[in-house]
Each structure stands twice: as C-alpha cells, then as structure tokens.
C-alpha cells in the first residue's frame, strides 16, 4: 500500500505522527464504453465552450456561479485556505460508539505510526481500548475539511470519515405516516422466521454474485466471441425476472418458514398461488450485488464452524418458536 497522507493525530499535548492509508478498494470489474458499430474506444475531451480549444488539465482552474456572476479560483487561492494546509488530525471529543449514526460512516484509513518509537500511537490505541470509546477527530483531506471517528482494528488506529450533519438528509415518506395493523400472528410468524435466519455475520460468506457472472460472461465471450448463449452460459434465460405483488402477507411467511426449516409440506405440494410464485421470485433476484452464495459446492466450503453451540441454540429456539406458533395458527384456521 501506498501512503496517501502524512500528518499527526493531536492528543491533547501529545503528538503521534502517523500515514493514512485507504482501507477499502473497489473490486468491481472496470469496463470502458465504446462505439457498438465499429468498437472505438469513446474519449471525453475538456473543451473550453468559449475558444472551443482542448485544454490541458494544467490549465484548469475552478469556478463558483451565482445568479450569473462567475467566481474564479486558482489552484494558488484554494492552497491559501488555511484549513486546507493543516497536517493535524485534532481529537475533540471520546464519545460512546453506540452513539455514532452508520448512516454517517463514509471512508475507512488506515493510521500507520511514522515515527522511530510508536510509544505515543500504543497509547493512545491503549486509551481507546481502557476507555471503550472512540475519538472525534476534525482534520483536512483533499481540499476538503472533514470529520472523522478515530477507533480501533486488531493492533491498528482507524480513521473513519463522517458525513457532516447537514449532509445526512431527512426521511420523510407520507405512506408511513398511515396506520397499519399487524396481528399478533404475523408478529409471531415473523419472529419465528427470524429465529430460523439467526446466525453470526461471517463477511467470507457472501459473495458478489454479479462481478462473478460479469467475469463469467467476459470469458464466455472470449472463447465464444458473437456466437456466445447467454443462456447456455448462465444456465437462465436472460430475461428471466420475478413480477406481481405478494398479496397474501401469512402464506408467504408461512412458506419461508417451511423453506427455511425443510419440513412440512413443500411449496411444490400445495396449489400454485400467485403470491407464492412472487414470493420465490423476489427472494432469489438473478443479478443480486451482494446476497449469500448459493452454489452447494461455495456453501460447503465457507460454512462456518466457529459458534456449533450458538447454533444449535439458534436452531432450538427457532423450533420452540415455531411449535406454539403453528397451534395458535391451527386453532385461528379452525
């Protein structure tokens, strides 16, 4: 990895010199556009609108527009900016964790200690770790000032970006705002399908089923070139989607419940609704980002044999869950 910045995390009086480093990389397959007649790469040139002229990047300055009137800033002017030259990540506040919003959390760095002795940087991850708390830090990073949370990961100091407030909008949609009644049996069908779901996250689990059938597609075409099948490749007809609305709310529940469990009479067994057949499309979209894999040869080799006690303590409670729930439902039918 390659160091993006060089600065120091201001602790009080103390100082901890450190380089940030990204944590996150995109792994997306990159693709580029190109002409569908004749395969032409497709270039965007920076044309000035005035002259008509290409200009170099050098020569690009920045601008701000306001009620027709136009602000130019060189790159000299937006250096000048004081916040935009500090090389101090400040430490304000240590608050709770729990206290900090996801929906804020924007970029993850890596700190590196960029110092002979890192005894400043061990302290302060000890404090963090003594304390259970995480820093609220304010610093500058390309030309932008930033806030940020300051916690720990293994042995290493991470530095999150936050959203400012003003930046994290307000939810507000007219269709929660009506009254819905849940009966208690949807309530109890649905805790008991999360009973059945109940398991630790484990990240090596999932897999990004679309870049993998991206790439699947990218060979296919390789080998194959124009004569290629998508659905010979894929196994699906291309088109292939779920459609309609889920109408009735307790057979879809219900069915979860049977396809999770694998007792009880199947979907297969019983008449064809059209709310099932939504149900079972919905549930297993084709190009998903990031749903669980679902190949058995992948599911076998990524099953985790970390917690055997919590699930079969998951697995218990789903069937304690699910033996009063099917009397009550048995009584209700009656």
């Known amino acids: 990895m390659r160091a993006i910045w060089k600065g120091a995390i201001a602790f009080g009086l103390v100082n901890v010199p450190v380089k940030v480093y990204s944590a996150t990389e995109d792994h997306d397959i990159s693709l580029h556009q190109v002409h569908n007649a004749d395969g032409g790469r497709i270039r965007y040139q ?13 020569d690009i300055d920045k601008a701000y527009e306001d009620d027709g009137r136009t602000v130019v800033l060189s790159r000299e002017e937006l250096k000048s900016i004081p916040a935009e030259n500090s090389h ?20 993850s760095y890596y700190l590196e200690p960029d110092s002979k002795s890192p005894k400043a940087y061990v302290l302060l991850r000890r404090a963090l770790e003594d304390t259970d708390r995480v820093a609220i830090v304010q610093f500058a990073l390309r030309d932008k000032t930033r806030l940020g949370a300051l ?11 936050l959203l400012w407030a003003d930046e994290v909008r307000e939810a507000s949609f007219p269709s929660l705002e009506t009254t819905i009644r849940i009966s208690a049996q949807e309530r109890e069908m649905s ?27 990218i060979e296919a075409k390789l080998e194959k070139g124009e004569s290629l099948d998508t659905e010979e490749t894929f196994g699906v007809p291309a088109a292939e989607a779920g459609s309609g609305e889920v109408i009735d709310l307790m057979e879809a529940l219900k069915r979860s419940l049977e396809k999770k469990r694998g007792g009880g009479a199947s979907a297969a067994d019983e008449p064809a609704k059209p709310a099932a057949k939504s149900t079972a499309a919905k549930a ?16 076998a080799g990524k099953t985790p044999a970390k917690t055997p006690a919590k ?24």
Not at 152 to 160: E, T
Not at 326 to 333: I, L, M, T
């Open 284 to 299: 297993a979209p084709r190009t998903g980002t990031r749903t669980a894999a679902k190949t058995p040869a992948k599911t």
């Open 191 to 217: 805790a008991a399908l999360v009973d059945s779901m109940a398991a630790d996250f484990e990240p090596d689990q999932f897999t990004d089923d679309y870049q993998l059938q991206l790439r699947q597609l």
């Open 311 to 334: 699930t079969a303590a998951a697995k218990t409670a789903a069937s304690k869950t699910s033996a009063p729930t099917s009397a009550r439902s048995a009584r209700k039918e009656a």
């Open 88 to 107: 101090e990540i400040d430490v304000v506040q240590f608050v709770p964790a729990e206290q900090l919003d996801p929906m804020m959390f924007e970029k």
């Open 151 to 161: 916690r720990i990961r293994g042995d290493v100091l991470v530095l999150q970006s």
């Open 46 to 58: 920076r044309r000035c609108e005035v002259c008509s002229k290409i200009v170099d990047y050098e």
